[in-house]
């Protein structure tokens, strides 16, 4: 019996190691060559030109265009006499010379998939083991998969392919690995959030697959990378939407970090409906200033500005004629034969989601686009009776008059959902020019879409208080949009509440010198290092008139004027840059400026942190469910905080460790 190694052919079939260009060798080779290429290398693949791997038992040998050593290995390793090769060979060669024939090589037979699984089985080394482990792990993680996903018979059958000699460990096994890497990054994440000089906590709510309501903390902050960091903090199940109950939520997520109440700046929740009872709790208990997501706000504004009786009518006709297209067949089928009369078959209707204001504005931009092969295939319906009511002339002409409205909006969000207006810096300028927008649209008096229009800029003015200045001075998105190079000069602000703002900035660069918590131990390390780095040219300057006052200063600790100047100073040269572009990213230029302006820089890494929504920009403002938030509905109660906290951090984690080595 002469055993034999195949392997998988590039049609997918299992076949002979040896090339068909072999087989001319063969035949026209010497006997000993003969019986060295069909006999040895049934046993035996080549590598390389000095190196073979034995078929058998997987060693590797060396080469050196002679078989002796190879026969040596056979017989001692396997106890293949050379008198049985040369027996099987003599056998070949006269059943070929009984027939006339020179030797051929016999083909292989296929094998099934079992067989080469056999065949190629060799065992797997604990090094690999633990290697294949946390990939299984990754896929958990990374992929939002359940546990239970070693269990699934095709993921066994890969494995077993792959590694057939490996052991899938248990669930019990999986979700102590699991715990384990969880512990590890959580540590390493408080650890880094402790150097963080504020944090902005978010809160994200959803339901699963199962119908249960869990609520994700988040928290944002700007790394020493001048990179806008979301972290997922905690996933628990919500019991109770209350703004107290998410207060000690909150509470409770911060001090399992270690992280004080004073080192969160800002709450971005997302309860619309309870948005005053919410910021005057979290004011109140634990001096937190919050807004709310500005997706749900604006989602909210919209909503109530279309509830006007004739918009909504025509709308619910729009839908039905949509709806009409898309399951009728047949209707669906004339649609596409007109429309490729007219050299536009690549456009088709799209479907409203009553919860995504987006996807209104865009059935009404299509459906005017194909007007008329949707009112011809109406009017010219077979049956004669119409089966779908089609818009009259005047409820074309809202749609039309409508969609300005709706497409401003729609570029508002296409704004905020960009990467660099992430931060809520980009939201108070943002809405001014809505609202100024939504004003040109207006309309004639007494016509339908003034009154939409009227009706959506009430609401975005009274649920971000735009009207009032002293209490939009309150909110912390104005400082943020002071902050960022694009909109300093605050030009949507009146001039009495601009100098307001200029003189609250001044405050807090003042109340950053003289507190306390500004030389805390949880900032001084990665603060200090910065300073080093950026400012110590002008503390040399300073250096000698600091020492003669060194006595007084053991009395009355370091004169807190001595750096008002400097302060102020980098302030007005601040105010002195020109302004950049709207496509300037506000990160990268404090980046490549913190040197210039380092107290300024420092309450900028406060501001910008705080982000315009409480969810993914992009989730948030076109409700677009991605394939993550998909995902994650279908994970089990019990690993779904440890999964989700190593989805979105892990990698995080892992890069802030490479740029600290």
């Not at 000993?32 to 040998?61: H, P």
């Not at 890969?158 to 540590?187: C, D, Q, V, W």
């Not at 699963?208 to 905690?234: E, M, N, P």
């Not at 949509?322 to 799209?350: G, I």
Request: net charge neutral; charged share 25%; glycine share 4%.
């Amino acid at each position: 019996m002469v055993l034999q190694s195949y392997h998988l052919a590039r049609d997918g079939s299992v076949g002979s190691r040896r090339r068909k260009g072999n087989e001319l060798d063969y035949r026209r080779a010497s006997p000993i060559s003969c019986q060295e290429k069909t006999q040895m290398w049934e046993f035996f693949k080549k590598l390389n030109e000095r190196c073979v791997e034995c078929s058998l038992c997987r060693k590797q040998l060396c080469y050196h265009n002679s078989t002796t050593s190879l026969r040596e290995h056979l017989r001692r390793k396997h106890n293949l006499s050379e008198l049985d090769l040369r027996q099987s060979q003599d056998d070949c060669s006269s059943s070929s010379e009984s027939m006339g024939q020179e030797p051929e090589v016999k083909k292989n037979k296929p094998v099934t998939l079992s067989e080469l699984v056999l065949h190629d089985a060799r065992p797997c080394s604990e090094k690999r083991e633990e290697v294949i482990n946390d990939l299984i792990l990754g896929v958990v993680f990374r992929d939002l998969q359940p546990l239970t996903v070693i269990n699934n018979e095709g993921f066994k059958r890969l494995l077993g392919f792959l590694e057939p000699s490996y052991k899938i460990p248990s669930s019990m096994l999986l979700a102590n690995s699991l715990r384990h890497k969880y512990t590890l990054a959580k540590l390493q994440l408080e650890h880094y959030l402790h150097s963080v000089p504020s944090l902005t906590l978010s809160t994200d709510t959803w339901t699963s697959q199962s119908k249960q309501t869990y609520l994700t903390v988040v928290g944002h902050f700007i790394d020493c990378r001048w990179r806008l960091a979301r972290c997922v903090l905690r996933t628990t199940p919500q019991y109770n939407p209350a703004p107290d109950y998410i207060g000690e939520v909150l509470y409770s997520v911060i001090s399992e970090f270690g992280i004080s109440c004073k080192a969160v700046n800002c709450v971005v929740h997302d309860s619309a409906g309870s948005l005053l009872s919410s910021s005057r709790l979290l004011q109140e208990r634990f001096g937190w200033s919050s807004l709310c997501c500005a997706g749900r706000m604006l989602q909210l504004c919209i909503k109530l500005g279309l509830q006007v009786e004739q918009v909504q009518h025509t709308l619910s006709v729009a839908r039905r004629i949509v709806n009409h297209f898309v399951h009728s067949a047949r209707a669906s089928a004339e649609l596409n034969a007109k429309l490729a009369e007219m050299n536009r078959e690549r456009l088709a209707l799209v479907v409203d989601t009553a919860t995504r204001w987006s996807s209104t504005f865009d059935m009404c931009e299509r459906l005017l686009e194909l007007r008329w092969a949707v009112s011809m295939v109406l009017e010219e319906d077979r049956t004669g009776s119409l089966p779908v009511q089609n818009l009259s002339d005047h409820q074309w002409k809202l749609l039309q008059d409508l969609l300005p409205i709706l497409k401003t909006l729609k570029v508002a969000s296409s704004f905020l959902s960009e990467e660099q207006n992430a931060s809520v810096s980009s939201l108070v300028p943002c809405l001014h020019g809505v609202m100024t927008a939504l004003l040109h649209h207006h309309g004639d008096p007494g016509c339908i879409v003034r009154t939409v229009s009227a009706k959506i800029r009430t609401e975005i003015a009274k649920r971000w208080n735009l009207p009032d200045d002293d209490v939009m001075m309150e909110s912390p998105a104005i400082v943020a949009s002071f902050l960022d190079p694009r909109f300093k000069d605050l030009r949507f602000l009146t001039a009495d509440t601009r100098d307001k703002v200029h003189s609250k900035v001044k405050n807090l660069l003042s109340s950053a010198v003289t507190s306390p918590q500004s030389h805390s131990s949880s900032s001084s390390d990665e603060q200090g290092s910065r300073d080093h780095e950026l400012g110590g040219k002008h503390r040399d300057r300073k250096g000698s008139h600091k020492l003669g006052q060194c006595e007084y200063d053991l009395l009355f600790g370091e004169d807190p004027t001595e750096r008002m100047p400097e302060i102020h100073q980098q302030l007005e040269s601040y105010l002195a840059e020109p302004l950049r572009k709207r496509n300037t990213n506000p990160f990268e230029w404090w980046k490549n400026n913190e040197h210039r302006f380092p107290a300024v820089a420092n309450l900028a890494r406060h501001y910008l942190a705080i982000p315009a929504t409480s969810v993914s920009a992009t989730t948030a403002f076109f409700c677009s469910n991605s394939i993550p938030d998909q995902t994650r509905s279908a994970l089990l109660p019990d690993d779904i905080d440890q999964i989700l906290f190593l989805h979105k951090n892990f990698d995080y984690i892992e890069s802030l460790k490479r740029f600290r080595q």
